[in-house]
């Protein structure tokens, strides 16, 4: 499902983020990727969903090379991977319906088949009462709901998650992760960067380690590691 072979990443500066990782995770994993900051956490999440470009090696996913596709390529290979991020990125002017629709409005899915999928997936994050409010109007815990909504409207295979519960009260924190458990639940395979030890340690899955630009650590049901 998702490959990487030999992978480096060396920015302009020279900083040398990505070092030679080669993993694979196979469809239906959840997977926390772990680490100190700036050890090349955030590089190696970019890469999967083609915010940035390897330097050397092959990424694959969904049978697709990221390192080789034009960037005209990048928005179907991005109808195919949900990402989660930290701060929501929803759109102020838009409902919390609006905001899930556009995510289909863009490949120009059917008018019934978006209503009927904004709504299922709503009845997911439990948020169907509010499909008609701004994201301002929604706590930050209902708003993060409405970015996983978001991710999964199109049914994509993989969902990537770049800390998504960092700016989220230990209680909401939970509640966004019972949500990530039934989504991988109903097969969808999940890439999570997070600091959260607690989350790590209690709900255990797959951890990759990353320090250094490099894998340090490969653990089925593993641990945090870290001090927080």
Do not use: C
Not at 48 to 75: C, F, H, Q, T
Not at 103 to 131: F, G, Q, S, Y
């Amino acid at each position: 499902m998702i490959e990487l072979k030999d992978v480096y990443k060396t920015y302009p500066n020279g900083v040398l983020a990505v070092n030679g990782i080669s993993i694979k995770i196979r469809q239906g994993e959840f997977v926390y990727v772990v680490g100190p900051s700036g050890a090349g956490k955030s590089t190696f999440i970019k890469m999967m969903y083609r915010e940035e470009k390897p330097s050397k090696g092959a990424i694959l996913i969904n049978g697709m090379d990221l390192a080789k596709i034009k960037n005209s390529k990048v928005p179907l290979l991005r109808r195919g991977i949900g990402v989660v991020f930290q701060d929501y990125k929803l759109l102020p002017t838009l409902t919390v319906y609006e905001n899930i629709a556009f995510a289909l409005e863009v490949i120009e899915e059917n008018p019934k088949t978006i209503k009927k999928r904004v709504m299922e997936v709503l009845d997911l994050v439990k948020l169907k009462h509010k499909a008609r409010f701004l994201p301002t109007e929604l706590s930050g815990g209902e708003q993060q709901r409405v970015s996983i909504a978001r991710s999964i409207v199109n049914n994509p295979k993989v969902v990537i998650a770049d800390e998504p519960t960092g700016n989220l009260d230990p209680d909401t924190t939970w509640e966004i992760m019972e949500i990530f458990k039934e989504i991988n639940d109903r097969g969808t395979t999940i890439v999570m960067a997070t600091h959260n030890k607690d989350i790590v340690n209690n709900l255990k899955r797959r951890v990759i380690a990353i320090e250094g630009g490099k894998v340090v650590r490969d653990q089925a049901r593993g641990v945090y590691g870290y001090e927080s």
